[in-house]
T-cell receptor, first 113, second 113 residues
Framework: KQEVTQIPAALSVPEGENLVLNCSFTDSAIYNLQWFRQDPGKGLTSLLLIQSSQREQTSGRLNASLDKSSGRSTLYIAASQPGDSATYLC????????????FGEGTQLTVNP | DAGITQSPRYKITETGRQVTLMCHQT?????MFWYRQDLGHGLRLIYYSAAADITDKGEVPDGYVVSRSKTENFPLTLESATRSQTSVYFC????????????FGPGTRLLVL
């Protein structure tokens, strides 16, 4: 059974800092990996999706990398801003699970002004 | 408005009552999903549907029923609500082609007394 772990569970940084969020998964036979953002009381918003054949994806200040063989992904946020404060979740789609996603529990990020 | 909507946004009910949560999407996405989000468990898949009249169980289907008579709607029914079903419920959808992003609704907060 696939298990997805995100470390740390919570992170507090000063504004302007570059930071890295980590995601690890136990079964490397994945189809893709997705990073989401969740604001308090809201749904999830997709940030980046990396196919299993890709090494990284970039969108603005966000860069996500994928090392499928080692079961790891990182989300890099450059020049963090208070508006980046949210919970960040990663989710993997297995090759054999059809459309199912397995989620980590998330990293709660606070960026202090 | 385009997108994915859920109703009601908040619901309080009593043990043993039947409750139906509604989900509607305007993109004509093939796939639709129901998740629940709980502290300590993250997001877990309840049921999903690949197309109208096609549904399948997820990780935690017990106590729930779904139907999909129309592509755009995917209601989730709790036949006899229990306190353990107190949770935040998210509906999501995605297009047919593999690799496409899942888009989430705003969620329904359900409290079972």
């Amino acid at each position: 059974k696939q298990e997805v772990t995100q470390i740390p569970a919570a992170l507090s940084v000063p504004e302007g800092e570059n930071l890295v969020l980590n995601c690890s998964f136990t079964d490397s036979a994945i189809y893709n990996l997705q990073w989401f953002r969740q604001d308090p009381g809201k749904g999830l918003t997709s940030l980046l999706l990396i196919q299993s054949s890709q090494r990284e994806q970039t969108s603005g200040r966000l860069n996500a990398s994928l090392d499928k063989s080692s079961g790891r992904s990182t989300l890099y946020i450059a020049a963090s801003q208070p508006g980046d404060s949210a919970t960040y979740l990663c989710a993997v789609r297995q090759e054999t699970s059809g459309s199912r996603l397995t989620f980590g529990e998330g990293t709660q990020l606070t960026v202090n002004p | 408005d385009a997108g994915i909507t859920q109703s009601p946004r908040y619901k309080i009910t009593e043990t043993g009552r039947q409750v139906t949560l509604m989900c509607h999407q305007t993109w004509s996405h093939s796939y639709m999903f129901w998740y629940r989000q709980d502290l300590g468990h993250g997001l877990r898949l309840i049921y999903y549907s690949a197309a109208a009249d096609i549904t399948d169980k997820g990780e935690v289907p017990d106590g729930y029923v779904v139907s999909r008579s129309k592509t755009e709607n995917f209601p989730l029914t709790l036949e006899s609500a229990t306190r353990s079903q107190t949770s935040v419920y998210f509906c999501a959808s995605r297009g047919h082609f593999t690799g496409e992003t899942q888009y989430f609704g705003p969620g329904t907060r359900l409290l079972v007394l």
